[in-house]
């Protein structure tokens, strides 16, 4: 079981874990209210990785993270962005 500090390496990390095993990978989201911590965990059944945060802002991190993993499913090219457009292709100027 990994924790991860940063959202975006477990945002990556969960990616990568996706795309090796895209039908055994699930997602759970765990909301304390007692301490007001949300965490959200990544699973294979083999390894596991965890966010954990009780800061207001992280959660529309783990909102779009949400949403975006509901994309991954039904995507056949997990290299493009969740917006359908390649990450690395540089973007047309506007005039």
Known sequence: MVY???FEEFMAASQDMF???PLRT??????RHVSSKV?????DDKSTLKYKTDQ???R???E???QVFARWTVMTDLDKDFEGQDPTAKRAKRR
């Not at 699930?26 to 909301?31: A, C, P």
């Not at 965490?39 to 699973?43: D, G, N, P, R, Y």
């Open 39 to 43: 965490i959200l965990k990544v699973t």
């Open 64 to 66: 779009r993270f949400s």
């Open 4 to 6: 991860f500090n940063d």
């Open 19 to 21: 795309a090796k095993k």
């Open 56 to 58: 207001a802002a992280d």
């Open 60 to 62: 529309k991190k783990v």
């Open 26 to 31: 699930r997602y759970l989201v765990t909301y």
